[in-house]
Nanobody, 117 residues
Framework: VQLQASGGGLVQPGGPLRLSCAAS????????MGWYRQAPGKLRELVAV???????THGDFVRGRFTISRDNDKNTVDLQMNRLKPEDTAVYSC????????????WGQGTQVTVSS
């Protein structure tokens, strides 16, 4: 199982950015998929995750700015980020919980998001 993240980059404060995570396996095989982030000197934190049933959980800091979505046809999980702030600067990593009941956890490589003017 592999997860490939893409879409990071430099964006101005207030701007949007879209991250995408491509999975090597069918998305419905993942009970949970989503994104975490880690800023320098800080612990990794939840950004947003989504279950197969469509239930989404977001970090408190998201406050309606980010939307997570799954595309079963493309085997991708996307994170649309709007109204970005400098404090959103971090390495964003794709996360996948493969299986149900008993499961394995997979991480994709991180993608850097920098919010700066």
């Amino acid at each position: 199982v592999q997860l490939q993240a893409s879409g990071g980059g430099l964006v101005q404060p207030g701007g949007p950015l879209r991250l995408s995570c491509a999975a090597s396996q069918s998305i419905p095989r993942f009970s949970v998929m989503g994104w975490y982030r880690q800023a320098p000197g800080k612990l990794r934190e939840l950004v947003a995750v989504s279950t197969t049933g469509g239930t989404a959980t977001h970090g408190d800091f998201v406050r309606g700015r980010f939307t997570i979505s799954r595309d079963n046809d493309k085997n991708t999980v996307d994170l649309q980020m709007n109204r970005l702030k400098p404090e959103d600067t971090a390495v964003y990593s794709c996360y996948g919980r493969y299986g149900y009941g008993g499961y394995d956890v997979y991480w994709g490589q991180g993608t850097q998001v920098t919010v700066s003017s």
